[in-house]
C-alpha cells in the first residue's frame, strides 16, 4: 500500500509543477530566502527538483552514497526522464569513489550528465600508490578543491550555501549533523550562477565519469549495480512524509514563496575553475579579493559564522590594521566547540592562535555546544535519531551518538549587508579552494541572518572565549611564551592564555570585558566536550597544535 501511496505522490509531480508557488513568483526581480532548516532545505530540493521543465544544474563539494544521497539521485533521474537536462559536478577529493555509482549514473540516462573535478590519476579510485605519486608530484593541484555549492533551476531559481549531499546536511544523521545555512534565490542573479557552473563544466579538469579508467571498465563488463524503483534506492522510510510534502502546493508556499524578500541589492560572487595561478598555497582568488573590498566599508560591527577559525597571515594583518585604523570595531564570531567540531586538526590550528583572536584582534569568540539549549528547535528529529543510534552497532567501539556542529559560512556587517556562501574562515578558503556565495544588501535580510547568528551565541547554546583568570600578571608572561612559540613552526608552549566560560545558573550574561564576568562565568578549561581530562581526542588536539603551524596552507 505504501508504494501505491507514494507512485500516486510521485506522479502527481507532474501535475503539481503546473501550479509550482515558487516557479510563479519568478520575473525580473531578484528575491531571496534564508534557509537554516536541514529538513526544509531538502524538502525544497526535492520540489524544485519535481517542478524542473528545462534544466537542472547541480554543483557540490560532497556527494555520498547514503539516502540523502540516493534522493538527489532518484529525484535527478526522474527529471531527466521527463525531459530535463541535468548536470552535476562533485569534487572528486572528499565524494564517495563508487565505481558502481559512476557507471550506473553514466549510463541511467542521456539528459542526465555526472563529471568529477580533479579527479587522481584518471580514476575515480586509484590506488594508494597512484594516489600519493598523484599528491607527491602535483601538491598544489591536489590541494586545489571545488568547494561551491550551487542548484539552479530553468536559468530561474537557485539555491546556494554550506550544503553538501549528505545525511549529515540536512539532518537525517545517527551522528553529526550539520547547522547549516542556504539561501534561495529567484530572478536575473540566477543567470550568473548558471554562468559560474558553465566554467566549472567546461574546467579541462572537469572529467565525465564515464571517461575515468575505473569506471570506464565497469560500463564496459556492464556488471554494476542499477536502481530502478523508489524501494531499491533504499530510503529506510526517511522520506515517507517528506516525499508527499514536496508536492504540497500550499506548504511550498507558506514555507518559502511567502517569504521570498526583495533586497536592495543581491550579487553572486564566485572564484573562477583552479582558484589562481600561484604555484605554492597562497594566492587568495576572485572571491576573497571580493570580500575584502567589501569588508573596506566596514565601520562599526561585523558578526561572522564560521565552521573553522583559522585566519591566514593576510586575514590577521587585515584585521590588525582594521583594529589601529577604527579603534570601536566589534568583530562576533559564532564558530565550533571542541564537542561540535568535525575536524580536529582545524580545532587544533583554532586553538593555537585563539589567544591572538582574543588579545590583539579583540574579537569576541562564542563556540558552539555539541547540544545546544534550543536542540529540539533546531534539529527536531533529535529524538528519531537518537533512537535510531542507539539501535546501531557500535563502530570502533564507539556507539553513534547525535549532536550538532556549525556548517553555516555568513556574515553580517553594520546591520546592512549580508553574505551567505561557501568561504570559511580558512586558509584553504581564502587561497584553495573555489568558492560562491550571495552578497546581499538590504537590512531585512541582514536582520534575520544576524538574528539567527547571535541566537547561536547565547549563553544556552555556546560557551564564550575569554582570557583566564590569573594571579600575580603570569597571564602577561604566558603571553609573551605564548606567542613566540605559536609563531614558531613547531608550537611547543602547552598553556593557552584563553579558556571556555559557562554562564552560571540564576545570573544574566555579560561581555568578557564586563567587571562581573569572572563572578558570573565558571571556567571550564579549554576542552569541554564532557569528556575526561587529556582523554584521546584532547590529546590527538594538542599534539596536531604542536605541528601544525607547518600545515596551516591546506586547513
Known amino acids: 500500500m505504501k508504494r501505491i501511496i507514494l507512485g500516486v505522490f510521485l506522479f502527481a509531480a507532474v501535475w503539481v509543477s ?189 572529467v565525465a565519469g564515464r571517461d575515468l579508467m575505473d569506471v570506464k571498465q565497469r560500463i564496459e563488463k556492464n556488471d554494476f549495480k542499477r536502481y530502478e524503483t523508489w524501494d531499491e534506492f533504499l530510503f529506510h522510510g526517511f522520506f515517507d512524509k517528506l516525499s508527499p510534502a514536496a508536492n504540497a502546493p500550499k506548504l511550498i508556499k507558506a514555507k518559502f514563496a511567502d517569504k521570498l524578500l526583495v533586497p536592495q541589492q543581491v550579487e553572486f560572487i564566485c572564484d573562477k575553475p583552479g582558484k589562481n595561478r600561484k604555484w605554492n598555497l597562497t594566492g587568495d ?45 566589534e568583530v562576533i564570531v559564532s564558530s565550533n566547540s571542541f564537542g561540535s567540531t568535525d575536524n580536529i586538526m582545524a580545532y587544533s590550528a583554532n586553538y593555537k592562535w585563539r589567544s591572538l583572536y582574543i588579545e590583539d584582534l579583540d574579537f569576541g569568540i562564542y563556540e558552539y555546544k555539541p547540544l545546544p539549549e534550543d536542540l529540539l528547535k533546531v534539529f527536531p528529529a533529535y529524538p528519531q535519531m537518537k533512537k535510531m543510534a542507539a539501535k546501531k552497532p557500535a563502530e570502533d567501539g564507539k556507539k553513534d551518538k547525535p549532536f550538532l556542529c556549525i556548517h553555516a559560512k555568513s556574515f553580517v556587517m553594520d546591520d546592512h549587508t549580508a553574505y551567505i556562501g561557501t568561504y570559511n574562515l580558512d586558509p584553504r578558503s581564502a587561497n584553495l579552494n573555489t568558492e560562491v556565495g550571495l552578497l546581499i544588501h538590504d537590512e531585512n535580510v541582514a536582520a534575520l541572518l544576524k538574528a539567527d547568528i547571535m541566537n547561536d551565541t547565547r549563553p544556552g547554546n555556546s560557551w564564550v572565549i575569554a582570557r583566564k583568570e590569573v594571579p600575580l600578571n603570569l597571564d602577561k608572561v604566558n603571553a609573551l611564551l605564548e606567542k613566540l612559540s605559536s609563531a614558531s613552526p613547531i608550537d611547543v608552549w602547552p598553556i593557552r592564555n584563553t579558556s571556555s566560560f559557562e554562564l552560571k545558573p ?19 578549561g579549554s576542552f569541554p566536550d564532557g569528556t575526561s581530562l587529556l582523554s584521546p581526542k584532547e590529546t590527538k588536539t594538542r599534539m596536531m597544535k604542536i605541528v601544525n603551524g607547518m600545515a596551516a596552507p591546506i586547513l
Open 18 to 206: 503546473a501550479a509550482s508557488p515558487l516557479f510563479e513568483q519568478v520575473d525580473d526581480v531578484n528575491r531571496v530566502k534564508i534557509v537554516n532548516s536541514g529538513y526544509d532545505a531538502m524538502l525544497l530540493r526535492v520540489h524544485l527538483f519535481r517542478n524542473a521543465k528545462q534544466s537542472i544544474n547541480v554543483q557540490t563539494f560532497i556527494l555520498t552514497n547514503d539516502e540523502c544521497g540516493r534522493l538527489f539521485m532518484y529525484e535527478l533521474i526522474q527529471a531527466a526522464k521527463r525531459g530535463v537536462k541535468v548536470r552535476m559536478i562533485a569534487d572528486h577529493f572528499v565524494s564517495d569513489k563508487d565505481c558502481d555509482l559512476a557507471a550506473f549514473l553514466a549510463e541511467v540516462h542521456p539528459n542526465l550528465e555526472f563529471k568529477y573535478y580533479r579527479p587522481a590519476a584518471d580514476r575515480l579510485k586509484p590506488s594508494k600508490l597512484r594516489g600519493m605519486l598523484n599528491t607527491l608530484f602535483s601538491f598544489r593541484n591536489t590541494n586545489q578543491r571545488m568547494h561551491n555549492k550551487i542548484i539552479t533551476v530553468d536559468g530561474k531559481i537557485g539555491i546556494t550555501g554550506g550544503r553538501n549531499i549528505e545525511n549529515t546536511y540536512y539532518h537525517f544523521s545517527t551522528g553529526m549533523n550539520f547547522k547549516d545555512r542556504d539561501v534561495l534565490v529567484t530572478g536575473p542573479v540566477v543567470k550568473s550562477m548558471e554562468a559560474s557552473f558553465e566554467k566549472f563544466w567546461k574546467y579541462k579538469h572537469s
Open 506 to 524: 540564576g545570573e544574566n550574561p555579560v561581555s568578557p570585558d564586563h567587571p562581573a564576568f569572572y563572578k558570573r562565568y565558571r571556567d571550564l
Open 285 to 329: 582568488g576572485v572571491i576573497t579579493a571580493q570580500l575584502r573590498k567589501e569588508l573596506a566599508g566596514w565601520e562599526r560591527q561585523l558578526i561572522m559564522q564560521t565552521p573553522y577559525l583559522v585566519l591566514d597571515e593576510a586575514t590577521r594583518e587585515y584585521f590588525l590594521r582594521q583594529k589601529k585604523a577604527k579603534p570601536g570595531l
